[in-house]
């Protein structure tokens, strides 16, 4: 999996995530994904080489609701192309996540089978 260490955005900074975003007006959920890796990594993908591979619904600063898709296929060498939001970037296998992983994003990693939904900080244990 390629993930971004976080830098200079004041949200996770020195934590590794996966690229990602927000869905702008009149995008789908996969046009986001192929738009945000885009711009993040500089990774060409298209809609119809994604899969949908689960949800996560958080409590954090607001409420939020990720959408996590996995690329059967994508083209181009990964590179950072945000300098101003990631000072890192890396290829790491599901048993190799690095510690400083952001927490939500390391819970949707472990989850199995797909698709899956996880509710995260919602309760005082969770």
Same mark, same amino acid.
Not at 96 to 124: F, H, K, N, S
């Given at each position: ?17 996966? +690229? ?28 119809d ?28 060498? +990964?590179?950072i ?31 199995? +089978? ?13």
């Amino acid at each position: 999996m390629l993930l971004l260490r976080r830098a200079g955005t004041g949200f996770f900074d020195g934590l590794y995530s996966l +690229p990602g975003g927000h869905v702008e007006p009149g995008e789908s959920l996969l046009e986001a994904a192929v738009r945000e890796m885009s711009e993040e990594t500089g990774l060409c993908l298209h809609a119809d080489a994604l899969e949908y591979v689960g949800v996560v619904h958080r409590r954090s600063d607001t409420n939020r609701v990720d959408f996590f898709v996995r690329a059967k296929r994508f083209t181009g060498e +990964p590179q950072i192309r945000e300098p101003d939001k990631c000072d890192g970037l890396g290829w790491f296998g599901r048993d190799g996540l690095p510690a400083a992983t952001v927490p939500y994003i390391r819970a949707a990693l472990d989850a199995r +089978p797909a698709p899956w939904v996880l509710e995260l900080g919602w309760q005082d244990d969770a």
